[in-house]
């Protein structure tokens, strides 16, 4: 973001969804939908082929702004230190985790992960940040087999383990459940410590929706940021309707969203 113009750069996150179209497919439509840039999330059609990434990146003229812990890694099934080291070598310097599922910030196996995360931000001299988990809607299937602790969805308890680990944080509005989180009482004592915004719009029973459909108020939002001189990225974290596709994407969404972003 240029803080000198007050236009935001917005970044979009790239899953492996929908599984049956290639790379390309994506990117072409993403750089058509108007977004400035991409956070990917490793999968089997890039974890391997950042090369292919990277030509795609600089094809398409989207940079990527940051790399999201893949799902494996989310999952619990393997940490995966080598996506770190591969996205680092074609100058990715950002990366996003979230916290382990089941475990309070003060549990063994938590602190563990935390020490880990800051050692690898040391080694790689990048940047890592720790995700705010969903408050309110979830998949039922996540609920059941990746349950979050409580303090995982508690931004001040997410700011002391940033803050004792050396970390920054990844702030997703869809997880707050809170259509102005600039008004809730933590804002204020996160924000210095933000340095990436998944940014998506929710219901009460739907979360990760385009910024001009449902109850978050993106305009007053995005008013707050600039007015706090923001300098972090903007990543737009918008999976509609469905999270889970096989053969096509809606970028319309996209598109309404980061016109949305750009026109305040």
């Given amino acids: 973001m240029n803080a000198k113009s007050n236009l935001f750069k917005v970044s979009v996150s790239v899953t492996d969804s929908p599984l049956f179209v290639s790379l390309d497919y994506m990117y072409s439509g993403l750089k058509e939908a108007g977004a400035d840039g991409v956070e990917l999330v490793p ?17 398409y003229n989207l940079p990527i702004t940051s790399v999201h812990q893949p799902l494996w890694g989310i999952a619990g099934v393997w940490f995966d230190e080598g996506c770190i080291a591969a996205a680092k070598r074609i100058g990715i310097n950002t990366f996003v985790f979230h916290p382990l599922a089941r475990c309070a910030f003060s549990d063994e196996r938590m602190v563990t992960y935390l020490k880990r995360l800051a050692d690898l931000q040391k080694k790689y001299s990048v940047d890592i940040l720790l995700e705010n988990m969903p408050l309110g809607v979830r998949a039922k299937i996540l609920k059941r087999y990746l349950p979050y602790h409580s303090d995982a969805t508690n931004p001040r308890k997410v700011l002391k383990a940033v803050q004792d680990f050396g970390l920054g944080i990844t702030f997703d509005t869809s997880h707050t459940s809170s259509s102005r989180p600039q008004k809730e009482s933590w804002f204020a004592e996160i924000f210095p410590n933000i340095k990436n915004i998944h940014l998506s719009s929710f219901t009460r029973h739907k979360d990760h929706l385009p910024l001009d459909m449902g109850d978050f108020k993106t305009t007053e939002f995005i008013e707050e940021l600039k007015q706090r001189n923001y300098s972090g990225l903007i990543t737009l974290e918008v999976y509609y309707p469905s999270k889970v596709r096989l053969r096509k994407y809606d970028f319309e969404g996209i598109k309404r969203s980061v016109e949305l972003i750009k026109k305040i």
């Fill in 43 to 59: 999968g089997f059609k890039s974890r391997w082929n950042f090369t292919k990434v990277k030509e795609l990146s600089a094809h």
